[in-house]
């Protein structure tokens, strides 16, 4: 019995020197302040700038609806927004950064830091400013220090394996949501379809007051039984349409000459607040990385029969589609008629 009273007596004072040792290297005698990373109600977080020393910066800012916005031009990425926030959240100080490597984490993060300004209920005065370094080692930790400190810390989240400095990307490319078309039904007013070679099969779909109409692109054609339930279903096939990536490869002028020939598909949709996005859809050559080659006789194709160029507007910017994505919204203006039993059908798209 003595034995273990003094087994447990000499634990316990294991423990408290393990726990002091452990406290002393986490906190030292750092100021709270100079420690504290995480906002604690990320609900209260209206705006996030990042920025580094290679000239990439981003403004992410919550609207009022709840949505974020890269740069007040694009939708963020829902899913990277997110993330941030969740360490925003959670990061805590795993450890001091050791005597012994603290010239070299004060240097890099001076050359290869990013800069991270988070403002409060929409106040112009940053809550917290911090600059997020490289991974340790062991790709478990990453280096910070809030600014005006002289203190880096090794910081983490716990359970999390790995290291957190990707999720403060400055780089804009990183935060834009790749949404094509993401509209609800009851938040279309018009969309139109036209088909430069197959233009019989363009349409504009207008609905006003819950009244559905189908015409042509010259306002003639106007189906006299449109098939609303059809048309209904079509318009849910605009919530969720993505693109691929930004095209990063072309030049300007590359650019410029794909645009000035004509596009194979226009689609142009007006929302009930009278916003106009459009989507010109080219062809895209063949490449020595496109999936498929040869046609099903074994010809070799001219085009990529995978991928397909979008430009998209007001964004300006050029897209890689895949077909599966956006083959579903082409549809023939025959397709809306009731009474398309009983017509021919002209042609094919």
Aim: with cysteine.
């Amino acid at each position: 019995m003595k034995n273990n009273k003094t087994l447990l007596l000499l634990f316990v004072v294991l423990a408290g020197i393990t726990i002091f040792y452990i406290y002393k290297t986490k906190y030292s005698t750092v100021k709270e302040e100079l420690r504290d990373f995480a906002v604690k109600d990320t609900a209260e977080i209206t705006k996030i700038y990042l920025a580094d020393r290679e000239g990439n910066a981003i403004t992410l800012t919550r609207g009022n609806g709840g949505e974020w916005k890269v740069n007040d031009k694009y939708l963020a990425r829902r899913s990277n927004i997110l993330n941030l926030l969740e360490v925003i959240y959670k990061v805590d100080v795993r450890t001091k950064v050791a005597k012994s490597a603290y010239n070299n984490v004060i240097k890099r993060i001076a050359s290869n830091g990013i800069k991270c300004e988070i403002y409060l209920n929409g106040k112009d005065k940053a809550e917290k400013i911090y600059y997020v370094g490289g991974q340790t080692e062991d790709i478990l930790g990453t280096f910070m220090i809030i600014e005006n400190s002289n203190s880096p810390f090794v910081t983490h989240i716990p359970g999390f394996n790995g290291y957190l400095t990707p999720r403060y990307s400055p780089k804009e490319s990183n935060w834009k949501d790749p949404a094509l078309f993401t509209y609800q039904p009851e938040e279309i007013s018009s969309i139109k379809l036209e088909y430069a070679n197959y233009p019989q099969n363009s349409f504009i779909i207008d609905i006003s007051n819950g009244n559905k109409k189908v015409t042509s692109p010259d306002g003639s054609g106007l189906l006299s039984e449109p098939d609303t339930i059809g048309i209904d279903n079509y318009l849910r096939l605009y919530s969720t349409i993505y693109y691929e990536t930004e095209v990063a490869d072309k030049t300007k002028s590359g650019i410029d000459s794909l645009l000035s020939t004509p596009p194979s598909i226009s689609f142009s949709i007006v929302d009930k607040q009278n916003k106009k996005r459009e989507l010109f859809i080219f062809p895209m050559p063949l490449a020595a990385n496109s999936m498929n080659q040869v046609d099903s006789i074994g010809r070799k194709l001219k085009y990529d029969p995978d991928r397909l160029y979008g430009y998209l507007q007001p964004e300006n910017i050029l897209v890689f589609i895949q077909q599966q994505t956006i083959n579903k919204l082409f549809r023939r203006k025959i397709d809306f008629d009731l009474n398309r039993g009983q017509r021919p059908v002209q042609n094919t798209r």
